[in-house]
Nanobody
Framework: QLQLVESGGGLVQPGGSLRLSCAAS????????IGWFRQAPGKEREGVSC???????????YYADSVKGRFTISRDNAQNAVYLQMNSLKPEDTAVYYC?????????????????????WGQGTLVTVSS
């Protein structure tokens, strides 16, 4: 059974960088579209970024407007992991960050960021941006 574990969160000053990891066990990530989500205190969970499965000939990534140009999503199939490089961090990026995988390889980023087919969630990693 697929399990996801996030890591890499922490306290960082505004303008700093962090790299979050989403490591998988019990299954391969390369045939799945993977999403990163975040939930700030008192706010709803939101989709931050997404990367399509390797088999998706359309390919591609998705970024929320709030992180576009600052965050980069990538995958390392050898490591069976997906990463979120976060640069130029702002206090409003403070949140618990989660990665999630769908139950089917047919799910694309439109599905994932709209919570369709999502089945597996990690436990989350806290990112705090503060001086």
């Amino acid at each position: 059974q697929l399990q996801l574990v996030e890591s890499g969160g922490g306290l960082v000053q505004p303008g700093g960088s962090l790299r979050l990891s989403c490591a998988a066990s019990g299954g391969a990530l390369d045939y799945l579209t993977i999403g990163w989500f975040r939930q700030a205190p008192g706010k709803e969970r939101e989709g931050v970024s997404c990367i399509t499965a390797l088999s998706d000939v359309r390919g591609g990534t998705y970024y929320a407007d709030s992180v576009k140009g600052r965050f980069t999503i990538s995958r390392d199939n050898a490591q069976n992991a997906v990463y979120l490089q976060m640069n130029s961090l702002k206090p409003e990026d403070t949140a618990v960050y989660y990665c999630a995988a769908p139950s089917t390889p047919v799910a694309n980023c439109v599905d994932v960021v709209n919570y369709r087919y999502l089945e597996v969630w990690g436990q989350g990693t806290l990112v705090t941006v503060s001086s």
